[in-house]
C-alpha cells in the first residue's frame, strides 16, 4: 500500500486525482484541507488541516502538493495573497516532506505561467524563466526553494501544466461554450492562434508514473500532444453541442480599433483581453514523453470532446 499525501484535495485536480489513485486499489490517501469540516471526499480519505500536518508525526511515502491559489485574469488580487499561498504554503509542506524519514516523493503542481506570461516560440524546459505576473513570480519562488533544498534520498519532481481542463472544471471553455451554445459568432477569426491544453487524465496518468518510479525527478513541462487554434476550438464546441459554430474574420486594422477604443471605456474589448483571446501559448511535452517512454493516454480533441460534452 502506498501512503500518500496530497494538499489541496478538494480542488478540481485533487478531486479528480483522488478518484483516479483510488481506481488503482493500491493507494491510502491523506488529503490536506483549509477547512476539514465543510469538505466531503470519499469516507476511506483520511482529511488533516495545514496546522495538523505540522504538528503530526504521521509519515507518507510521497507527498503531492496541488494547493495554490489561480491566475486571477481579472486582477483583482492582491500580490502578497499569491505569495503567501504560492511560495508559503509550498515552502512549509515542503520543510515537513524533509523532515518525514520515510518520504522519498515530492510532486510540486507549478505552471507554464513560471516560465512566460506571452512567450515568442514553443515554451520547453531550456526557456529561461521570466515571469512578469504575481502568479508566475510567486510560483518560480516555490520551484526555486524546492530546487535549492534538494537532498539524496529525496526526489523532487516539477510539473508545469498548461490550462487543465476536464468535466466540472470552470473556466475560458465555459465561456467560449456557452458563447457558441448561443448562437454568438466568434469575432476574432482573423487570429490564427495556437494554445496547448491538458486533458486531466494526461495529468493523473504522469502523476501515477511517477508515484510508480517509472520517471527521474526533474522539472518537466506538461500538455496533451497537439496545440489547438481558438477557430479549431469553436468548431469543436461546435460538433460536441450540436450547434453551428459561426466564425466572423473581422479585419484586424477594425479589431485594434475596437479594442483600442476598449481602453479609455468600460468595453468587453480592449487592447489586454484581445492579446489574451489571440495570443499562441505552446508548450513541449517532448521531455516528459521521453523520461515516460510512452504515449498519453488521452489525444488532445478526445480529452476536449470529453470536458464540453459535461458542460
Not at 505552471?111 to 512566460?116: E, F, G, M, P, Y
Not at 489547438?228 to 460538433?239: C, F, H, Q, R, Y
Amino acid at each position: 500500500m502506498h501512503h500518500t499525501l496530497i494538499t489541496g484535495c478538494t480542488g478540481f485536480v485533487g478531486k479528480n486525482l483522488i478518484d483516479y489513485l483510488q481506481q488503482q486499489n493500491h493507494f491510502d490517501i491523506t488529503g490536506i484541507t483549509r477547512n476539514v469540516e465543510a469538505q466531503a471526499l470519499p469516507v476511506n480519505v483520511s482529511l488533516k488541516s495545514y496546522p495538523a500536518l505540522e504538528l503530526s508525526r504521521e509519515t507518507w511515502d510521497s507527498y503531492i502538493h496541488l494547493a495554490g491559489m489561480a491566475h486571477d485574469v481579472k486582477g483583482t488580487t492582491e500580490e502578497e495573497a499569491y505569495f503567501e499561498v504560492n511560495y508559503e504554503l509550498t515552502r512549509k509542506v515542503f520543510d515537513r516532506f524533509l523532515k518525514d524519514d520515510r518520504a522519498d516523493k515530492f510532486i510540486f503542481l507549478s505552471s507554464v505561467k513560471a516560465v512566460s506570461d506571452s512567450p515568442d516560440g514553443t515554451v520547453d524546459e531550456h526557456v529561461k524563466p521570466e515571469p512578469m505576473t504575481a502568479y508566475g513570480r510567486s510560483k518560480a519562488k516555490a520551484e526555486q526553494y524546492l530546487l535549492d533544498r534538494q537532498v539524496r534520498g529525496k526526489d523532487v519532481y516539477i510539473l508545469r501544466p498548461c490550462m487543465i481542463h476536464g468535466p466540472g472544471n470552470k473556466g475560458n471553455l465555459n465561456l467560449l461554450h456557452g458563447l457558441i451554445r448561443r448562437g454568438i459568432p466568434w469575432p476574432l477569426g482573423s487570429y490564427e492562434n495556437q494554445r496547448s491544453f491538458l486533458s486531466i487524465d494526461n495529468l493523473n496518468f504522469v502523476i501515477r508514473e511517477i508515484l510508480s518510479g517509472h520517471i527521474a525527478p526533474d522539472v518537466y513541462h506538461i500538455s496533451d500532444d497537439e496545440p489547438l487554434s481558438t477557430n479549431e476550438l469553436v468548431g469543436l464546441i461546435a460538433k460536441v453541442s450540436g450547434r453551428k459554430g459561426r466564425i466572423l474574420k473581422a479585419p484586424k486594422w477594425l479589431i485594434n480599433t475596437i479594442a483600442k477604443a476598449g481602453n479609455l471605456m468600460a468595453s468587453p474589448l480592449n487592447e489586454e483581453r484581445l492579446q489574451k483571446l489571440t495570443e499562441s501559448y505552446v508548450v513541449s511535452n517532448a521531455k516528459l514523453k521521453k523520461a515516460i517512454g510512452k504515449e498519453l493516454p488521452v489525444k488532445v480533441r478526445d480529452g476536449l470532446a470529453r470536458t464540453l460534452g459535461s458542460l
